[in-house]
């Protein structure tokens, strides 16, 4: 049985459950996993932070206010720093591989959050998931195979396909009162036409923050399964969901659709160790198992990151009282935003967040064209969101905002953005 994270009620196609009773309770929080201080604004500049430090390179100006990278102003968990300080202090960083209880704090972590019982053979290395994505297009198409993505989405899908040589098809989402569906009959029709042979799906979805219902997952699965198209599911989103929705891994959906499916994972949204350099892909077919493990041995990848290891272990262990104390300060930052907008920003509406922890913000009606408004805001409100159009033609018109920052430096983004519309 799935066990439903902090009580939450599940959304479903035409229906509402009430949460199941959980199988394990959350471990006890101790004194100092109970301390987290999301309020505090640590200094991030000068440290080689991709978020804070890289304002010029991009052409922005250097004291701009970034709240564009999917990374959190979080500092780690306290037992995940603990880890890491124990591993320093052993002082030794030789090679290094996965060890027994590694695999296990996965595989309970996924039993657990999720309900989804991961093998440990299943469980492959990567340092990324977009590593993961190239080597799983490496793997299962050639040069030419057409491979569809639901635009707008995360740059990075784009790209993957173009510098891989294969035929880039787009399935644009439905966008209606500020909500994004799934075109069902264009995608089967791309599908069938376009010599599909993978599919990558972003669920949660970057950067609209859907949850994809199980309807939702299993008719894009069906079509995937009648047309042999393998399903590369990017599900590393898939711990952030705003209250009252519920992430359903893929792969769990049937044992039909778990052969066809490659779920790609990592501890670096949740808890914030992106620079940690620790993913996985999960594969229950042996056989596109055994492709993927061969792509992946074609880059040159072999051992993990040591440090990685130890903070993922520690995260899946011990991480969880800091991520529901998380969730709450997130849906807490969508709040807070939402209402500014509503007194202060005429012309600018978020988009329903369902998962992750970046809010889509339709600015179609704000008055200014996308250009304008992006060169308003780097160059007279110093702010760096994300401009739409980086996810695709779908994107023009919106931008995303990460809410994972401390209210203090929200509250300063939004104000920012207010005088904007001051004229």
């Given at each position: 049985?799935?066990?439903?994270?902090?009580?939450?009620?599940?959304?479903?196609?035409?229906?509402?459950?009430?949460p199941q009773p959980q199988e394990q309770q959350p471990q006890a929080l101790s004194q100092q996993q109970a301390d987290a201080d999301f309020d505090a604004v640590p200094d991030r500049r000068h440290t080689g932070s991709?978020?804070?430090d890289s304002a010029k390179?991009?052409?922005y100006p250097e004291d701009v206010?970034?709240?564009?990278?999917?990374?959190?102003d979080f500092p780690a968990a306290p037992p995940i720093l603990d880890a890491l300080r124990q591993r320093v202090n052993h002082g030794v960083f030789g090679y290094a591989e996965p060890w027994d209880s590694y695999y296990q704090s996965i595989i309970d972590w996924w039993g657990a959050w999720h309900g989804y019982p991961v093998q440990r053979e299943w469980i492959l290395e990567s340092p990324g998931v977009v590593f993961s994505i190239n080597t799983a297009i490496k793997a299962f198409t050639r040069p030419g195979d057409g491979i569809i993505i639901q635009t707008p989405v995360y740059s990075p899908f784009y790209s993957s396909i173009r510098l891989n040589g294969r035929k880039l098809v787009l399935?644009?989402?439905?966008?209606?009162?500020?909500?994004?569906?799934?075109?069902?009959?264009d995608f089967q029709q791309k599908v069938q036409q376009e010599n599909v042979k993978l599919f990558i799906l972003c669920n949660p979805h970057n950067p609209t923050g859907r949850v994809w219902s199980q309807m939702e997952l299993q008719r894009l699965g069906n079509i995937c399964k009648r047309n042999g198209v393998i399903v590369v599911s990017d599900e590393i989103h898939c711990d952030i969901t705003a209250q009252g929705f519920t992430h359903r891994v893929f792969a769990g959906l049937a044992p039909e659709l778990e052969q066809i499916a490659v779920t790609l994972t990592s501890p670096s949204k949740t808890f914030n160790l992106s620079g940690l350099q620790i993913s996985h892909a999960f594969i229950a077919n042996e056989e596109l198992r055994q492709a993927w493990r061969?792509?992946?041995?074609a880059t040159g990848y072999e051992e993990p990151n040591v440090m990685g290891l130890a903070a993922c272990q520690a995260a899946y262990e011990k991480g969880r009282p800091w991520l529901e104390q998380?969730?709450?300060y997130i849906d807490d930052n969508e709040a807070y935003v939402k209402e500014f907008l509503r007194q202060y920003i005429h012309g600018v509406f978020p988009v329903q967040r369902e998962g992750t922890y970046l809010l889509w913000l339709d600015c179609w009606a704000c008055g200014f064209s996308s250009k304008e408004l992006n060169q308003r805001l780097a160059e007279k409100g110093k702010l760096w969101v994300y401009d739409g159009a980086a996810f695709g033609e779908d994107g023009e018109g919106f931008q995303r905002m990460n809410l994972a920052c401390s209210r203090e430096t929200l509250s300063d983004a939004l104000m920012r953005m207010s005088a904007l519309f001051t004229h």
């Open positions: 049985m799935a066990m439903i994270p902090r009580g939450r009620t599940i959304r479903m196609t035409g229906e509402v459950r009430q991709l978020k804070y390179r991009h052409g206010l970034p709240l564009w990278v999917a990374d959190m399935n644009p989402l439905t966008y209606s009162s500020r909500e994004y569906t799934v075109n069902f009959e061969s792509a992946r041995m998380l969730l709450k």
